[in-house]
């Protein structure tokens, strides 16, 4: 009597047959599930990663600008529970607090947000989440010609991560300034020369400046200077410098330039007559 597999050849060759389809099927089929994974892993995490909006902990700072994205969170809450249209701006700032100023988010990307008009209000909500992203989530809110919200929107913009400029000098933010003189609204900023020998250089570095008296000085509104220099030692007014520094001209060599915010003049090395040069109007 024959046993199965020596009567029946042709199934034995069928079942290793449809093995083989399946094992190939599954390893040509295995990098586009892991890419699947990957892809709606993050979706699915900020699903269940949702919270009911909460006015103080929007507004808590230390929380806004650390890993926990509390406004991302939120963000859903607070667009199910309060609609904007027709509210006015201080029931916004009442419930959101102010927005960010906008020498700040121009700042943070100065090319995308420059079509935003200064009666616009913007709140950075957090890194866009998802596979492969590098913009940040930002809500706009744009009052109408009576002065209530006429509409909002969410765009992604800019840079993924935004950190609140700390006010101290010294700090990460603006580890360049090494002096603030409140009373005649003047920073003294360390920076390289090249950094400020035109318009188009000099631009980044002034829109730092910038965010950082929007953020840290608001009562300067716009009448403020800023002075550079390449020495922070010698970083500070003629009158307190050692004769010394005077006399051989190190402290006008290291005096760079000097900025007035209202006009938006820049003028390169003040303290050399016969090295000065201006630039009218660098934004």
Same mark, same amino acid.
């Given at each position: 009597?024959?046993?199965?597999?020596?009567?029946?050849?042709?199934?034995?060759?069928?079942?290793?047959?449809?093995?083989?389809?399946?094992?190939?099927?599954?390893?040509?089929?295995?990098?586009?599930?892991?890419?699947?994974?990957?892809?709606?892993?993050? *979706?699915?995490?900020?699903?269940?990663?949702?919270?009911?909006?909460?006015?103080?902990?929007?507004?808590?700072?230390?929380?806004?600008?650390?890993?926990?994205?509390?406004?991302?969170?939120?963000?859903?809450?607070?667009?199910?529970?309060?609609?904007?249209?027709?509210?006015?701006?201080?029931?916004?700032?009442?419930?959101?607090?102010?927005?960010?100023?906008?020498?700040?988010?121009?700042?943070?990307?100065?090319?995308?947000?420059?079509?935003?008009?200064?009666?616009?209000?913007?709140?950075?909500?957090?890194?866009?989440?998802?596979?492969?992203?590098?913009?940040?989530? +930002?809500?706009?809110?744009?009052?109408?010609?009576?002065?209530?919200?006429?509409?909002?929107?969410?765009?992604?913009?800019?840079?993924?991560?935004?950190?609140?400029?700390?006010?101290?000098?010294?700090?990460?933010?603006?580890?360049?300034?090494?002096?603030?003189?409140?009373?005649?609204?003047?920073?003294?900023?360390?920076?390289?020369?090249?950094?400020?020998?035109?318009?188009?250089?000099?631009?980044?570095?002034?829109?730092? *400046?910038?965010?950082? *008296?929007?953020?840290?000085?608001?009562? +300067?509104?716009?009448?403020?200077?800023?002075?550079?220099?390449?020495?922070?030692?010698?970083?500070?007014?003629?009158?307190?410098?050692?004769?010394?520094?005077?006399?051989?001209?190190?402290?006008?060599?290291?005096?760079?330039?000097?900025?007035?915010?209202?006009?938006?003049?820049?003028?390169?090395?003040?303290?050399?007559?016969?090295?000065?040069?201006?630039?009218?109007?660098?934004?």
């Amino acid at each position: 009597m024959s046993t199965l597999s020596e009567s029946n050849p042709a199934d034995r060759r069928n079942r290793w047959f449809w093995l083989g389809v399946l094992l190939i099927a599954g390893l040509v089929s295995f990098p586009f599930l892991e890419f699947g994974f990957m892809v709606f892993k993050p *979706v699915v995490s900020a699903y269940f990663r949702r919270i009911p909006f909460d006015s103080a902990t929007w507004q808590d700072e230390k929380r806004v600008y650390s890993d926990e994205a509390v406004r991302q969170r939120m963000l859903p809450s607070l667009l199910r529970t309060h609609p904007f249209i027709g509210g006015s701006q201080e029931q916004v700032k009442a419930l959101l607090g102010p927005p960010m100023e906008r020498e700040e988010y121009l700042y943070y990307s100065a090319e995308t947000f420059a079509y935003l008009s200064p009666d616009e209000m913007a709140y950075w909500i957090g890194p866009q989440e998802g596979f492969m992203t590098f913009d940040s989530v +930002w809500l706009i809110l744009s009052p109408g010609k009576n002065g209530a919200i006429q509409q909002y929107r969410l765009t992604h913009r800019g840079i993924k991560e935004v950190r609140n400029p700390p006010c101290e000098p010294g700090t990460a933010f603006m580890n360049e300034v090494v002096r603030v003189d409140d009373h005649n609204r003047r920073l003294f900023v360390i920076a390289l020369a090249d950094e400020l020998d035109s318009p188009v250089r000099a631009s980044p570095r002034l829109n730092l *400046v910038r965010a950082y *008296v929007s953020k840290c000085r608001p009562p +300067w509104d716009r009448r403020w200077n800023a002075s550079f220099f390449t020495d922070r030692e010698l970083a500070g007014y003629k009158d307190e410098q050692l004769p010394k520094v005077l006399q051989d001209g190190s402290w006008a060599k290291a005096y760079l330039a000097e900025y007035e915010n209202e006009t938006g003049k820049l003028t390169l090395h003040p303290a050399l007559p016969k090295g000065q040069k201006a630039f009218g109007r660098v934004r």
